[in-house]
């Protein structure tokens, strides 16, 4: 069973910094693209940062220069250091993985999700 375990959620000042950590298995982190997405009550899940397994990286608009997300081959985790919160960025985080396999159908794993509150 695939399992992708997210840890570093919580509560900090605007302004201020958490990094999440999510890690998995060696056969889904060297081989998918891993990210971070959020989601906060009746919204549609929204792509924070991702990096795939080339090492390529995408950021949303609303987190650029302030959020980086990064990887330790090591560990088979994934980061996601968040700079300068804003009250905004409260909402669940959630790890991915995904990929196309050779018979081009798409494979997405999530975490568990991860709560940060940023308080004004």
């Known amino acids: 069973q695939v399992k992708l375990v997210e840890t570093g959620g919580g509560l900090v000042q605007s302004g201020g910094s958490l990094r999440l950590s999510c890690t998995t298995s060696?056969?889904?982190?060297?081989?998918?693209?891993m990210g971070w997405y959020r989601q906060g009550p009746g919204t549609q899940r929204e792509m924070v940062a991702t990096?795939?397994?080339?090492?390529?990286?995408n950021y949303g608009d609303s987190v650029k220069g302030r959020f980086t997300i990064s990887r330790d081959i090591a560990t088979n985790t994934v980061y996601l250091q968040m700079n300068s919160l804003k009250p905004e960025d409260t909402d669940v985080y959630y790890c991915?993985?995904?990929?196309?396999?050779?018979?081009?159908?798409?494979?997405?794993?999530w975490g568990q999700g991860t709560q940060v509150t940023v308080s004004s």
């Open positions: 991915n993985g995904a990929r196309v396999n050779e018979l081009n159908q798409e494979l997405n794993f």
């Open positions: 060696a056969s889904i982190f060297l081989f998918y693209t």
């Open positions: 990096i795939s397994s080339h090492g390529r990286i």
